[in-house]
């Protein structure tokens, strides 16, 4: 779905002239964000480059996670990348990497509990927002590990003995 039929169908229910009204833009500026880019694929040409394209461009020129996760959390929820698997490394490599970074990830959480309350006592809201990233970046790797299991991304191939070693050991 592109960006500005997104932008169509979440307008549909409150309607152009509410949401307008909210964000204090004119009712035919969210018209044009809700318009096709013109045939030349140039954003400026037709509508206006709404706040979807917008924030895409920010995260594209940033690479900043925390713009996606953001959002995510204010929608009441969170981001987790899609897994990707490395082309040529092992599967049984892949497996063992993804386990060890929810291991290193779950320490990097702890670690930071840890050093919030060995100082004073408490979590201060600095010290919460550190406890919050590692905790996004635990749920992240472990979605990517639980979505590449269920999509069978993992096939380890364990080599067995012959016979005759197995009955010497």
Known sequence: MKSYEVIQHAVEEPGVKAVAAVLRVSPALVYKWCEPPAATDDPEQSGAKNPLDRVREMYGLTRDIRLIRWLCNEAGGFFCANPSMEHGKPIDQSIFTETRGMVRDFSELLNAVTESVE?????????AEIIRQRWEDLKACVERFVSACERGHYHLKFTTKPAKEQKKG
């Open 119 to 127: 100082d004073d006592s408490q979590i201060d809201t600095d010290e």
